[in-house]
Structure formats: structure tokens, C-alpha cells
């Protein structure tokens, strides 16, 4: 039987590997709301996981990229922040064996309210080993150094929240 979403998860976890996959057409999406978390888990294999023109709406929920050792690219449609209630939205990376894990998104939108985590797991978000990437429209801030204004750091609060090098599990 095939899955066609939209998909809604609300405080819960849903995680695709193996051969594990979500053919959304690109007019559907998927919604991470309050402590909703999808995991797409490359370890064993990497697969395409998701539509390339899926769209994602991140609302308190979290979108999760693992990797595996020969490396793992995964695209995405259009990503919108939400506010979430109690919860902050996040997009988490995470490479093993130090070859590149790569999450691809088209535009970047947020709405009113709305935060966003950036966690790179196993190396640092945007070196060598993990990079989040959009091609389209990303709400910058203007200057000589354009950060995300939306997504502030504890130590520095104009700069991107982006926890780096934490180490990866066995």
C-alpha cells in the first residue's frame, strides 16, 4: 500500500531507513509540529527519502539527516518556520565516517514568531562534513556579513543558532 501524504506528526517520532521512503508529491507536505520529529536515516544505506519537491513546514517539529559512511545528499522543496508552542524548530545534520551529508532545501520562509535550531552532529554545519543548503529565496539580513535573524545564537544574538562539532553516537 502507498503512502501519499500531506503527513502531520505531533509529538512523535517517525523514522524511514532501510529501503523506507515517502513518495510526497510536490502539491503535498510534511508538517513537523510540537515535538514532532522525522528521521531520515541513511546509516545502513542512503536512499532518496523524500519527493525532491516535497514541502516541508517546520512548526516546533524537527527535521533529522543521518548519514553514512559513503556519504548521503537528500533534496527538499520549499521549508517554512513556524512558530511552534514550547518547542523551537529545528534542522539537525548528522555525518558519520566524516564524508559529506548534504540537506538540499529551494527557499527558506518564516513566519512571525518563529526560531530556528541548525545542529550539525559529528562536524561542524557548513564545513566538510555536514551542509544545509538552500538554491532559492533565504530571508537574510543585510550587510557585509548576512546572517539569519531568526535563528540568534545564546552567545551572540544576530549570529545563526548552530551547535558545531558535537560528536557523533557509535
Known amino acids: 500500500m502507498a503512502f501519499n501524504p500531506p503527513l502531520n506528526t505531533n509529538t512523535g517520532v ?8 515517502i513518495a510526497a508529491a510536490a502539491t503535498n507536505g510534511i508538517t513537523l509540529n ?16 523524500l519527493n525532491d519537491a516535497a514541502p516541508i513546514v517546520l512548526s516546533g517539529g524537527t527535521l533529522s539527516l543521518i548519514g553514512n559512511a559513503a556519504g548521503t545528499n537528500e533534496s ?4 517554512t518556520v513556524n512558530p511552534g508552542a514550547s518547542f523551537e524548530s529545528t534542522i539537525r545534520i548528522t555525518s558519520t565516517g566524516g564524508t559529506l551529508t548534504s540537506l538540499t532545501g529551494t527557499d527558506l520562509m518564516r513566519n512571525a514568531g518563529a526560531s530556528l535550531n541548525l545542529v550539525g552532529v559529528g562536524g561542524d554545519l557548513g564545513g566538510a562534513a555536514n551542509q544545509l543548503v538552500f538554491t532559492g529565496n533565504v530571508p537574510l539580513s543585510t550587510g557585509s556579513n548576512p546572517i539569519l535573524p531568526f535563528a540568534p545564537s545564546p552567545a551572540r544574538p544576530d ?12
Open 159 to 170: 549570529s545563526i543558532w548552530c551547535r558545531t562539532s558535537i560528536p557523533a553516537r557509535a
Open 34 to 49: 510540537n515535538g514532532g520529529t522525522l528521521v531520515l536515516d541513511n546509516t545502513a544505506q542512503s536512499a532518496n527519502r
Open 76 to 79: 527538499i522543496g520549499n521549508v
Open 14 to 21: 517517525l523514522v524511514l531507513r532501510g529501503a523506507g521512503s
